[in-house]
T-cell receptor, first 114, second 112 residues
Framework: EPEVTQTPSHQVTQMGQEVILRCVPISNHLYFYWYRQILGQKVEFLVSFYNNEISEKSEIFDDQFSVERPDGSNFTLKIRSTKLEDSAMYFC????????????FGSGTQLSVL | GDSVTQMEGPVTLSEEAFLTINCTYTATGYPSLFWYVQYPGEGLQLLLKATKADDKGSNKGFEATYRKETTSFHLEKGSVQVSDSAVYFCALSPGSNYKLTFGKGTLLTVNP
């Protein structure tokens, strides 16, 4: 079965540093998502992306966050100035079309902010 | 806002035991309901879904029925296997954007 690939699997950064999390969605998918899970808490929606623009974002997704699909294959999440509370597992997901409900998730990037 | 509450884990069962993981939800309208599973080291995978009241989703021996009157979507399996050991997430999606709201996840461990 096709896979969503996320790199790196673990990322450690210092507070205040910029970090970019990378995702390669399934090649013919059109809708892209980022979710995160803080340890012991629920998986939370961050942002959805379609047709090269954000279609919806949550309250968590403030000005410190941005997403980009720079080259037609990668889908990145950038955190400009990381905070301790950004430490979480970040999941990328994609799906094929507006009528296909099946989201394919990557295995996640564990971000630790020190 | 929308929310999902699922049974706190961890749940530990012996092989061939019966499994129930409870899930209830709060949402406006008629959301679609999902169960996702995460095996160790892997991403979340869709296990089953139901899109309207009284629908039953099923896959790999797991079942869940969309109960609008009790706002529930409990996951069941008649006879679990060691390979079912994973984290199970209940989720809902209110509309076509498939912006999922998840429960906290329930860790299931099945012992031989």
């Amino acid at each position: 079965e096709p896979e969503v690939t996320q790199t790196p699997s673990h990322q450690v950064t210092q507070m205040g540093q910029e970090v970019i999390l990378r995702c390669v969605p399934i090649s013919n998918h059109l809708y892209f998502y980022w979710y995160r899970q803080i340890l012991g808490q629920k998986v939370e929606f961050l942002v959805s992306f379609y047709n090269n623009e954000i279609s919806e974002k949550s309250e968590i997704f403030d000005d410190q966050f941005s997403v980009e699909r720079p080259d037609g294959s990668n889908f990145t999440l950038k955190i400009r100035s990381t905070k301790l509370e950004d430490s979480a597992m970040y999941f990328c997901a994609s799906r094929f079309s507006s009528t296909n409900e099946k989201l394919f998730f990557g295995s996640g990037t564990q971000l630790s902010v020190l | 806002g929308d929310s999902v509450t699922q049974m706190e884990g961890p749940v530990t069962l012996s092989e061939e035991a019966f499994l129930t993981i409870n899930c209830t939800y709060t949402a406006t309208g008629y959301p679609s309901l999902f169960w996702y599973v995460q095996y160790p080291g892997e991403g979340l995978q869709l296990l089953l879904k139901a899109t309207k009241a009284d629908d039953k989703g099923s896959n790999k021996g797991f079942e869940a029925t969309y109960r609008k009157e009790t706002t529930s979507f409990h996951l069941e399996k008649g006879s679990v296997q060691v390979s079912d050991s994973a984290v199970y997430f209940c989720a809902l999606s209110p509309g076509s954007n498939y912006k999922l709201t998840f429960g906290k996840g329930t860790l299931l461990t099945v012992n031989p």
